[in-house]
């Protein structure tokens, strides 16, 4: 029931000349092909409903985000107001679509198909959803996958909001790693540790300023293959060559974001986060020697970065030095001068004195 056909609406009254060529559309779009000469702006294309006009909203939402970029027929799921938060991210040969959505259904109609051959995996991460393709539909909810194709039509929907990732996979690479995958279209593929910490990882890529080079962004797209790979169920060898790339980079990833979520945790220890990564403690260490670091001297980093930080932020000038440096994390103050001292080459004091001026 949850698929039915959405309501009839009035598209009559939209926008003239809706920016169907825009810049960040158009670099969207270009990474779709892997053989484009230019290297795409990996800089995340976030879209809003909510910064939409109310009288334009669905037009321009059914029309430019749906048809023209994401090629999909969206629309109201009932008659009553939707809503959709995404993020698009450009890279070579991998266009990431990330975000959530609230009464609103996507079809892959005849019309909107190309020639692509193209599997999507689908992740939950919050709320509840359904797929609908080859006379089948799955319910996903938090953790779960499908993958689908993106050669036959499809229907999906969100009644109350859901946070989703999409993820149009080229099926030769997938095959590469995985026996058949074809096989796997459709199956419900319940969360594991691979999926949790592919979700982590794309979130990890929406968020960094780092990917400025071609082998950075291709290095991430292999990696985000090898944990799709591993979720859809690698073969031996693709599992082996998976988790020497994707899976540990995906690791160290989690690690470093569980590390500066807890920065201001005193009783932040390698043991800790080991457990809460599910990892032994000697591995999670040679992840990190893996890199030429080490735990405590990338944990010791990050908390001198947030105090740098603080220091240098008006909001914080009521605070002491002191307070600035419990509140990164430090309990010895002595420790957190000599440290800062040596990362900066100046006082805490100077730094707070340079921003006040």
């Known amino acids: 029931m949850l698929l039915k056909q959405s309501a009839s ?26 053989a484009s000469p230019k290297l795409p702006d990996c ?42 938060d995404l993020v698009a991210q450009a890279l070579p040969g991998l266009v990431i679509v990330s975000g959530a959505s609230a009464n609103v259904r996507a079809a892959r109609t005849r019309e909107l198909l190309d020639d692509s051959d193209d599997l999507i995996l689908k992740i939950f991460t919050s709320g509840i959803g ?13 953790g779960d996958a499908l993958l689908m194709s993106a050669a036959e039509t499809s229907v999906s929907a969100t009644s109350s909001l859901s ?67 591993l979720a859809i169920g690698a073969t031996l060898d693709g599992t082996a060559l998976a988790g020497s790339r994707g899976l540990r980079a995906a690791q160290l990833a989690a690690i470093k974001a569980d590390i500066n979520t807890h920065l201001a945790d005193p009783d932040l220890t390698l043991t800790a986060v080991a457990a809460r990564q599910r990892l032994r403690p000697r591995s999670l260490q040679g992840l990190f020697a893996d890199h030429s670091t080490s735990f405590s001297e990338f944990v010791l980093e990050a908390r001198l970065t947030l105090a740098h930080r603080l220091l240098s932020d008006p909001r914080w000038d009521d605070r002491n030095i002191s307070s600035i440096a419990f509140e990164a994390g430090f309990g010895d103050l002595s420790y957190f001068n000599r440290g800062f001292r040596r990362r900066y080459g100046a006082r805490p004091s100077d730094i707070r004195a340079a921003t006040r001026r």
């Open 9 to 34: 609406f009035d598209f009559n009254h939209g926008p003239p000349g809706l920016p169907k060529n825009s810049a960040p559309i158009e670099g969207v779009m270009q990474a779709n092909d892997p």
């Open 163 to 229: 946070s989703f990732i999409t993820l149009p996979l080229k099926l030769k690479a997938v095959a590469s790693l995985v026996s058949s995958p074809e096989d796997a279209l459709m199956r419900l593929l319940p969360g594991t540790d691979a999926l949790r910490l592919l979700a982590g990882y794309v979130k990890e890529l929406q968020d960094s300023t780092q990917l400025t080079t071609y082998e950075l962004q291709r290095a991430v797209v292999t990696h985000v293959y090898d944990l799709a790979a």
């Open 130 to 142: 359904v797929a609908a393709q080859r006379g089948q539909e799955v319910t996903l909810r938090a």
């Open 43 to 84: 800089t995340p294309f976030r879209f809003s409903t909510a910064d939409l006009p109310k009288r334009d909203r669905l037009t321009i939402f059914r029309e430019v985000i749906g048809r023209a970029t994401v090629k999909l027929d969206l629309a109201p799921l009932a008659d009553r107001p939707f809503r959709a």
